[in-house]
């Protein structure tokens, strides 16, 4: 049987590099370190500057005691404009979903012909904009 000794390897500190969290400024905000740490590999400092900047602001205004300042956000769209802005011809149980209604009412519906569809073989289909302007009559 061989045995074998192992002799232990001392590893002296310096082999090792410092800790990043160490060499960074404790005053700096997570902002500034992530756009150090991810956006510089862009090469786009001008990015980089710009939204250190606007971070900087919002402190500031948090400091002073203002609310920050927020882009304007868009108005909600109503149920009609969210439907009629779907690209392609709608399932039931799609409809279904955006109506928040179960997938028979659905069929129900257009079987009574109280909302408009189409069909292709068996399959039936609903339009967005007909769907749309139909709710916007209701």
């Not at 061989?2 to 960074?24: G, S, Y």
């Not at 028979?104 to 109280?114: C, D, H, Q, V």
Request: charged share 20%; net charge positive; hydrophobic share 45%.
């Amino acid at each position: 049987m061989n045995l074998q000794i192992i002799t232990p390897v001392i590893i002296n500190e310096p082999q090792f590099p410092k800790p990043v969290h160490e060499k960074a400024n404790p005053r700096a905000s997570r902002a500034y370190h992530l756009c150090e740490g991810l956006l510089t590999d862009i090469g786009d400092w001008s990015f980089v500057h710009a939204f250190l900047a606007k971070v900087s602001q919002q402190q500031q205004a948090k400091v002073a005691g203002a609310a920050p300042q927020l882009p304007d956000a868009p108005e909600p769209l109503s149920l009609a404009d969210r439907i009629e802005r779907m690209g392609r011809a709608l399932t039931a149980d799609e409809l279904a979903e955006v109506l928040t209604v179960s997938r028979i009412t659905i069929f129900k519906l257009a079987k009574a012909g109280r909302i408009p569809c189409f069909r292709i073989g068996t399959c039936v289909r609903f339009d967005p904009r007909a769907v749309a302007n139909w709710l916007r009559k209701m």
